[in-house]
């Protein structure tokens, strides 16, 4: 779905749902942004916010969100080396060769909130290329090494589609115990 087509479309339910594991002022990272509608959320709720996106037009929209960085996630390398943020946060985009990378960048005690099309979707519209729908447990798999909080794998309605997702917690180094996020 082109960026553009992004811009009416409201914040993610699962996303909203899951963003009060995000702390006031925690740093996020919004992973193909698109027209920004996660990171106003999270701007709004006095986070600061980082999106990347490889369509520069539509971030120049979003000038003075928070950081923005033009990239082209499968063509180039990763733009934000080494960078680990408090929240990452991904919705309708799969590029199975930088899920290593996005779950890495997640600080420890920080949150993954991702959610994309799964096997299935073709039934019900596109994307329908299985190279672009998650197989079955494929998000799990992914994931490994967080704490997983919540994760659900089918059918959704309005508008019909196939979903997997899943929010995640980066346990802190040597805990005992899980942190307190608020739930």
């Avoid at 033009?70 to 990763?78: F, G, I, S, T």
């Avoid at 991702?114 to 096997?119: G, S």
């Avoid at 309605?157 to 996020?181: I, L, M, N, W, Y």
Wanted: proline content about 8%; charged content about 15%; overall charge neutral.
């Amino acid at each position: 779905m082109a960026a553009a087509a992004h811009a009416d479309l409201p914040v993610s339910p699962w996303v909203q749902r899951w963003s009060q594991l995000v702390l006031p002022g925690a740093s996020v990272l919004d992973v193909a942004c698109g027209a920004g509608r996660h990171l106003r959320w999270f701007a709004a709720r006095g986070c600061r916010v980082t999106g990347v996106d490889r369509d520069g037009a539509v971030l120049q929209t979003l000038q003075g969100l928070g950081e923005l960085v033009v990239a082209d996630l499968e063509n180039a390398p990763w733009p934000l080396p080494g960078r680990r943020f408090d929240a990452v946060v991904v919705t309708n985009y799969l590029w199975r060769e930088l899920m290593p990378t996005l779950v890495a960048s997640v600080s420890e005690g920080g949150v993954f909130i991702y959610e994309t099309f799964a096997l299935g979707n073709a039934s019900v519209g596109k994307p329908s290329n299985p190279h672009f729908l998650l197989q079955p447990g494929e998000l799990l798999r992914h994931v490994q090494g967080l704490r997983i909080v919540a994760f659900e794998d089918g059918f959704l309605s309005t508008p019909d589609r196939f979903v997997q997702r899943v929010a995640a917690v980066r346990e802190p180094a040597g805990a005992t115990a899980p942190p307190r996020h608020p739930l």
